[in-house]
């Protein structure tokens, strides 16, 4: 074998995993007033601590409504208490609500889809082959609803590989990027 294939392999799978997502776009979205808002606003009163919008998840518009209301009916007391807190706070709904609208979209709901479909699915290829193909989204298409899967194979051909993919009925169509070892052993 030459000395310049033997590193192709690994050459592939770390560029595959520097192109596909990391951390999952879920987990980068907002659902709740960040923990030091939330202890600054338990401080202003008794009011504004027992009231449990403002400490849960917010996962549908009603509940950001609900706690825009809530914050402007109680802008005075939470002035008083620090100048910048209402500001702080409602920057934080309102990106609170950004993320919700986005996670509802169409193009949400299907990153979101893709995002929960590689998650069930990373580790179901057979024979440890998870080790050597990787599957995620692109991060630097301008499309973020692809799905790649790429890396090579020691026991499955390309089509085995393939054909075990698309019978997990990923979300979209994926993009295959598989290196056939055994051709170039």
């Excluded at 074998?1 to 590193?7: F, G, Q, S």
């Excluded at 950001?64 to 702080?88: C, G, H, M, P, W």
């Excluded at 991060?139 to 020691?154: A, M, Q, V």
Aim: charged content about 30%.
């Amino acid at each position: 074998m030459d000395a310049a294939l033997k590193w192709e392999p690994d050459f592939l799978l770390r560029k595959l995993n520097e192109i596909i997502s990391k951390p999952p776009v879920r987990e980068m979205l907002h659902d709740r007033i960040p923990e030091d808002l939330l202890q600054q606003i338990d401080e202003c009163s008794v009011d504004l601590r027992d009231y449990p919008i403002l400490h849960g998840i917010f996962d549908n518009k009603e509940k950001v409504k609900l706690a825009k209301l809530f914050l402007a009916n109680n802008k005075k007391q939470i002035e008083r208490f620090s100048q910048d807190l209402y500001t702080e706070v409602m920057d934080a709904i309102k990106e609170i609500d950004e993320d919700l609208k986005w996670s509802k979209s169409k193009q949400g709901s299907l990153v979101l889809a893709i995002e929960d479909w590689l998650e069930r699915n990373k580790n179901s290829i057979p024979g440890n082959e998870e080790k050597t193909i990787v599957m995620g989204r692109n991060i630097f298409d301008d499309n973020p609803c692809n799905i790649i899967i790429g890396g090579y194979s020691k026991r499955m051909s390309n089509i085995e590989i393939e054909d075990f993919i698309l019978g997990l009925n990923p979300p979209v169509q994926p993009l295959f990027i598989i290196l056939n070892v055994n051709a170039v052993a």
